[in-house]
């Protein structure tokens, strides 16, 4: 069986799933997980950010499924589960701090319904 190629996918879950060719960089993201504190991801459009951060969201979900087969399968605790959340700020222009502030309230509360938890934001 010939697998496909992903171009345009952004999601961890459609390319393994879908069983297309998939390049695994799962060692890079243990190493960011363990040995780190903070990271700036920064890398030219298209060249898979947004891919990398989906695949790193997975991890920390415990979406063991996904990553058998792959470098981080047998060196991931999968019993553990940590809350993800996101902040896309691709979607429409921002004019105004006013509207910046707006756009993370929102966002945060999104995340708040999503996982169930119970966050204080300031207004």
């Known amino acids: 069986m010939t697998k496909k190629l992903p171009i345009g996918i952004q999601t961890f879950r459609?390319?393994?799933?879908?069983?297309?060719?998939?390049?695994?960089k799962t060692s890079f993201a243990l190493k960011l997980a363990m040995e780190g504190k903070y990271y700036f991801l920064s890398r030219p459009r298209r060249f898979g950010k947004s891919l990398f951060l989906d695949t790193l969201a997975e991890l920390f979900a415990g979406n063991e499924a996904l990553f058998h087969g792959l470098y981080c399968h047998d060196r991931w605790d999968w019993s553990v589960r940590y809350p993800i959340i996101r902040l896309s700020?691709?979607?429409?222009?921002?004019?105004?701090?006013?509207?910046l502030d707006k756009r993370i309230c929102w966002l945060l509360e999104q995340n708040q319904q999503r996982l169930g938890r119970d966050l204080q934001t300031r207004k």
């Open 89 to 99: 700020f691709a979607e429409g222009r921002l004019e105004s701090r006013a509207q």
């Open 14 to 24: 459609e390319i393994r799933e879908e069983s297309y060719y998939y390049v695994d």
